[in-house]
């Protein structure tokens, strides 16, 4: 046996880790359950927890936080998701909050990730999960990059940065009162470049709008943003037809595209490998407000 | 095949930790343009004359205003070689409990001394740390050698001091780098302002530096995580137990017996979401399917049944404590966590408290608090399946949680097994402590002499540098308070062995008394560094065998050092003679040399390296 034959690769690696946590989440919860966006990163969760699973299925729910400005395409992608796993599917609608009064919106197509987290509270609440998995990565963000893999959460669903339980060697400890809760994040150590490189090796299904293809676009605030629905055609603007793809999917308000002609995994991870701004600076109106929206938004609930 | 590296470092803003890493990022191109105009704008709103690089990884808002580092932050680059993820801690007293979550899962950890300053206390106390949790790998950056014009008797200075401190600890591979992250000298590219260095960049240090023994392949370990049943129709008789393998090797067909109930089965396949695969290994998640129809759950031990983890639920732990809102109390109940289990404990003793700067044990302490570390006997309701935390960092680890508020309030590295274990009528204790009670055991004598005797053989050519390695060791380890003797074969011959000649007899003859002598000292707790030709594999192996037999640590070193190189040596002048035909045995020449096969450690050509691997079986 040559030695080499005794190592793991840095993908390999890191798919061990998250199934390590996966799984150990698993034994130790009762009621575990998966936010599924269609997005790239809860599709790489997903298919790990499949893996670590196999070949019994997938052991928890998964809940949509829909904001009820989707792009169709990811709809589409997660029903269909939904359909062909068998899973069982939650989604908490932002839009129920707002018919029911809790959510105040100033305008309805004012960005709503904010509002998400209200969403997702009551979500969590009325489904009685006691851990949920998300798909951060410490990477995205300055205040992901201090998260730990299981966050607590207290009955409020608040995240106090400065009180984190230390996290030593793989002994996760998810211990907690009723009503309290854990944030999971499984894919904490993946770089943006590693999930393109891992799904690609893997050739996993994506939603289509993560690779290039043509489309109405604006640039506003130097995003480009489609047009459509959620997105009425600023007064005086023109839109222009341009090859985009979109580097995360959030609400179709606020998330932006980037130019690309990548139309294959091979193409965007060369267009990833030497891309020289973030994939939330790049797309997400909402987090360039400050340099701490992310911690502020994490502090409320926020995934 | 590119690997992943976990790197730790620690240290406050005024030695250039923020300005490595932001240097190594910022190189490896790893830093986003929209990252970089932020911090720019923060360093702007607060003042600073330039930008921070620090910013980039303080995360929190608090950390951002208050110009400090609270948590770990996690950091990642890549080169076309390696993914690494960095744990940056600070490096401040108040944060101790901070540096050993980051070390915990380190393969090596970054420590940084300003050239002008020195080696100072924190640096000692990372470096302890560091040793404490085992971490295998360290270098030491000499930074900011721009101001002090790149001088190399500085950095020789610094590199000494160092070494002379880490002798005390048990530091595997040590490693220097002259650097200055600021002017980017020696971080990724070889500086043209240190001639004199002949080592690698750092970055070529990180890329190179050799991971994959570091695991524990011996000992076989698999604790199980859980059980997949799938109840479907295609799976019905399916029962997997699945896992992450955390030491040894398994492979199909292996006899493997599980704990606590120590049943034995075979491994019939082991599984992967992507087919069945022949072997596994550290760190794979897998699910492992046996022959026999067993009785196995969650927090059971999958091992050898020739190879298993010592099973008892007393034993001896060092810990740090981690709780700020509470402090350590002994008899109260804790919960452990340790590998896949949850189990209720009790701290029995506080033996002391270990001073993290002077090393100094305090057996007055009385308790534990935020920071502090302490050797401590852990009392276990039911067996803990472990391994000692030198040789396995899975199967020797714990966590503590407080059971009124859940915290986590201390994390612990399990030394050994205390002695007997009541364990009642479930009698599943494999201890591998051996009591005498006639006479002193190893153990007695080491706790009372606080060290540990061992022998190392180094054997290789005439002039091959073997001697020199040897007064070198001896030197470092006696300097450090460690009894230790050097036993050379010349020298010997002088005395104990002058009835001896040079015939394959009078040799092994030779070989035998100074292994007998290296045993007895050995036993008696100094470290024997014997220095001897000893050319012939049979009669190396006898003295392995006796020691093995006293239980007593044996480590073959060879100097591997080819022929031409000894006889340009020549320093006794043995070769010379030898090609005149004036002796006609001389080993290499007219003799023959039988190199081991598996020796615990070949030696690097340069002295230092060799003198600092050489210390590092000690550890």
Redesign the interface.
């Known amino acids: 046996m040559r030695?080499?034959a005794?190592?793991?690769?840095?993908?390999?690696?890191?798919?061990?880790?998250s199934?390590?946590i996966i799984?150990?989440v698993?034994?130790e919860f009762e009621h575990p359950m998966m936010l599924f966006s269609g997005g790239k990163d809860s599709v790489l969760m997903l298919y790990l927890a499949?893996?670590?699973?196999?070949?019994?299925?997938v052991p928890f729910p998964i809940m949509h936080v829909d904001t009820g400005h989707n792009f169709p395409e990811v709809i589409e992608f997660r029903d269909r998701t939904v359909a062909e796993l068998a899973l069982r599917l939650e989604v908490a609608s932002v839009q129920e909050q707002i018919d029911a009064g809790r959510i105040k919106v100033g305008h309805p197509l004012e960005s709503r990730n904010r509002h998400q987290t209200v969403a997702l509270l009551e979500g969590i609440k009325n489904g009685g999960f006691d851990a949920v998995f998300g798909g951060g990565r410490?990477?995205e963000?300055?205040?992901?990059?201090?998260e730990r893999v299981l966050s607590f959460r207290d009955k409020f669903g608040q995240w106090d940065?400065?009180n984190?339980?230390?996290?030593?060697?793989?002994?996760y400890?998810g211990?907690?009162?009723k009503g309290e809760h854990i944030r999971v994040f499984p894919i904490?150590?993946w770089?943006e470049?590693?999930v393109w490189r891992y799904l690609a090796r893997e050739n996993v299904d994506l939603p289509p709008i993560y690779f290039a293809h043509e489309r109405e676009v604006v640039e506003v605030e130097g995003l480009l943003m489609a047009v459509n629905e959620f997105f009425p055609l600023p007064d005086g603007m023109e839109p222009s037809r341009q090859m985009v793809r979109y580097r995360t999917v959030g609400d179709a308000t606020s998330t932006g595209a980037v130019e690309s002609t990548a139309v294959d995994y091979e193409a965007v991870i060369a267009e990833t490998a030497v891309?020289?701004?973030?994939e939330r600076?790049?797309t997400r109106g909402d987090d360039?407000f400050s340099?701490?929206a992310m911690?502020d938004r994490k502090k409320e609930g926020y995934f | 095949?590119?690997?992943?590296l976990r790197i730790a470092t620690a240290g406050s803003v005024d030695d250039g930790k923020s300005t490595l890493i932001g240097r190594l990022l910022h190189d490896t191109k790893s830093i986003?343009?929209?990252?970089l105009s932020?911090i720019e704008?923060?360093s702007v709103k607060r003042g600073d004359e330039q930008t921070d690089l620090a910013l980039?990884?303080?995360?929190?808002?608090?950390e951002?205003e208050q110009g400090i580092t609270?948590?770990?932050?996690?950091?990642?680059f890549?080169t076309p070689k390696?993914?690494f993820?960095i744990a940056d801690t600070p490096g401040h007293i108040q944060y101790t409990?901070?540096m050993?979550?980051g070390a915990?899962?380190a393969s090596l950890a970054l420590l940084l001394v300003d050239a002008r300053k020195g080696v100072l206390e924190q640096t000692r106390r990372h470096a302890l740390l560091s040793s404490l949790l085992r971490v295998p790998h360290l270098v030491l950056c000499v930074n900011k050698m721009d101001l002090v014009d790149y001088d190399q008797e500085i950095y020789e200075e610094i590199r000494h001091d160092f070494t002379s401190f880490a002798a005390k600890l048990e530091i595997t591979d040590l490693d220097f780098v002259p650097i200055s992250a600021l002017a980017g000298d020696n971080v990724v590219e070889r500086s043209l302002n240190m001639p004199w260095f002949d080592g690698q960049p750092l970055l070529g240090q990180l890329e190179d530096v050799h991971i994959?023994s570091d695991r524990n392949?011996v000992d076989n370990r698999f604790p199980v995580?859980?059980v997949?049943?799938?109840?479907?129709a295609?799976?019905r008789d399916?029962r997997g137990f699945?896992?992450?393998v955390v030491g040894g090797?398994f492979k199909q067909g292996d006899e493997v017996m599980v704990l606590p109930s120590r049943k034995t089965s075979t491994i019939d396949r082991i599984?992967?979401?992507d087919g069945a695969v022949d072997?596994a290994?550290p760190?794979?998640?897998v699910t492992m399917l046996l022959e026999d129809e067993l009785d196995i759950s969650?927090g059971d031990m999958i091992c050898r049944p020739t190879n298993q983890p010592s099973a008892n639920n007393r034993f001896e732990a060092m810990i740090c404590w981690?709780d700020e809102t509470s402090s350590l109390r002994t008899g109260a109940p804790y919960?452990l966590?340790?590998t896949?289990k949850w189990i209720a404990a009790e701290v029995e003793t506080l033996r002391y408290e270990l001073n993290v700067d002077s090393l100094h044990r305090d057996l007055d302490a009385e308790t534990l608090e935020v920071n502090d570390i302490g050797r401590v006997s852990i009392h276990t309701t039911s067996p803990l399946f472990f391994d000692e935390y030198r040789l396995n960092?899975?199967t020797g680890?714990?966590?503590l949680?407080d059971p009124a508020t859940?915290?986590?309030v201390a994390?612990g590295m399990i030394i050994g097994a205390a002695g007997e274990s009541p364990t009642g009528t479930h009698s599943v204790v494999a201890d591998n402590i051996t009591f005498h009670p006639s006479s002193l055991s190893r153990e007695e004598r080491r706790e009372a002499l606080g060290t540990n005797g061992a022998t190392i053989w180094m054997t290789g050519l005439s002039g091959s540098g073997k001697s020199t390695i040897a007064a070198a060791a001896e030197h470092t380890l006696v300097g450090s308070g460690r009894n230790a003797y050097m036993l050379d074969g010349d020298n010997l011959r002088h005395g104990l062995n002058a009835d001896l000649g040079f015939s394959e007899s009078d040799r092994a003859e030779n070989v035998r008394r100074v292994g007998e002598v290296a045993r007895l000292m050995a036993e008696s707790g100094v470290v024997a560094i014997v220095s001897l030709v000893s050319p012939f594999k049979d009669a190396r192996d006898k003295v392995r065998a006796a020691h093995q037999a006293a239980g007593i640590p044996f480590y073959e070193v060879f100097v591997d050092t080819p022929l031409e190189e000894c006889e340009r040596r020549d320093p006794k002048g043995l070769y010379a003679k030898a090609r005149a035909g004036e002796i006609t045995d001389l080993t290499g020449v007219g003799s023959p040399y039988e190199a081991p096969v598996t020796p615990e450690l070949t030696t690097d050509p340069d002295l230092e390296t060799a003198v600092r691997q050489v210390l590092g079986l000690l550890s």
């Open positions: 030695p080499a005794i190592e793991l690769s840095d993908l390999d690696t890191l798919e061990a880790e199934i390590h799984r150990e698993v034994a499949r893996k670590a699973f196999a070949p019994a299925p410490r990477d963000d300055k205040a992901r990059a201090k940065p400065k984190q339980r230390p996290e030593l060697w793989r002994l400890n211990r907690h009162q904490s150590d770089t470049l590693d891309s020289r701004i973030t600076g790049a360039r340099e701490a911690e | 095949m590119s690997q992943l986003f343009e929209d990252q932020a704008q923060t980039l990884t303080d995360g929190l808002r608090a951002r609270i948590d770990v932050a996690h950091r990642y890549a390696r993914k993820v409990r901070n050993v979550t915990s899962t994959a392949l995580q859980y997949i049943r799938p109840q479907s295609e799976h399916y699945a896992g992450s090797i599984d992967t979401p072997q290994f760190p794979m998640a969650r981690f919960q966590k340790h896949t960092r899975t680890s714990f966590i949680a859940n915290l986590t994390a």
